[in-house]
């Protein structure tokens, strides 16, 4: 005589939620999250293809919870919230243009220093008509900012000096601020929609 088979007792750590029901919503729930932060295209702009390895984790963590049960859950939300806070409160939005702000500044320097190197080799012709083609040491800076030059000329049609404009290229994606360095190699900024004046605030070395 067959003795009749009953039900699986539930796992200890598993939830009646299946796999594959899990990975689909978990799925779901991703695409949702990187909607929200690539508004207007902003996150594309910010950290390009090679960021949207960031957004594993959170797929990642989705399925985890799905697959846990109720308890688990909840153990699992206490470890992460304390996470997430101290990751979200150190990277803001100051903290995440640091590195491209340093780097644009860096880059007018870099520009300022080929004008006066150029002033120094030919004397009574001043400053060129144009800003020397050079590789930037810091590239993203042409990413993240457009470079204009605008030269002061004397009476006789000679460059005597000049401001170097840096002013953000995506204003809506959270770049508030312009710079712009001087012939002396004075850096300006300012957070108006507009390109930095020696007049604005001074940036000091």
């Known amino acids: 005589m067959e003795t009749p088979v009953g039900p699986k007792p ?41 960021g949207l390895v960031v957004f594993l984790y959170p797929l990642v963590w989705l399925v985890l919870f ?3 049960r109720t308890k688990w859950r909840i153990v699992l939300l206490l470890v992460t919230i304390p996470a997430v806070v101290q990751i979200v409160g150190f990277h803001g939005i100051a903290e995440m243009n640091a590195g491209a702000e340093s780097g644009v500044v860096e880059a ?41 030059y605008v030269p002061s000329r004397s009476g006789d ?20 601020r312009s710079f712009t360095i001087t012939d002396d190699g004075r850096v300006f900024w ?14 000091p070395e």
Not at 10 to 17: E, N, T, Y
Not at 158 to 176: H, M, W
Not at 190 to 203: G, I, K, N, Q
Request: hydrophobic share 40%.
């Open 108 to 148: 007018l320097h870099q520009m300022q220093s080929s004008l006066q190197a150029y002033h120094d080799d030919h004397g009574q012709q001043g400053y060129p008509d144009a800003l020397p083609t050079e590789r930037l040491s810091y590239l993203p800076a042409q990413k993240y900012y457009r470079f204009a």
């Open 157 to 176: 049609g000679r460059i005597v000096s000049y401001l170097i404009q840096a002013t953000p290229a995506r204003r809506d994606c959270s770049f508030p």
């Open 66 to 68: 799905l697959a846990l």
């Open 10 to 50: 539930k796992s200890w750590f598993r939830s009646d939620v299946g796999w594959t029901k899990a990975v689909t919503w978990s799925a779901v729930l991703t695409l949702i999250l990187f909607a929200v932060a690539n508004w207007h295209g902003c996150w594309l702009f910010r950290h390009g293809f090679r």
């Open 190 to 203: 300012t957070v108006e929609p507009r390109a930095a004046t020696p007049s604005d605030a001074f940036l």
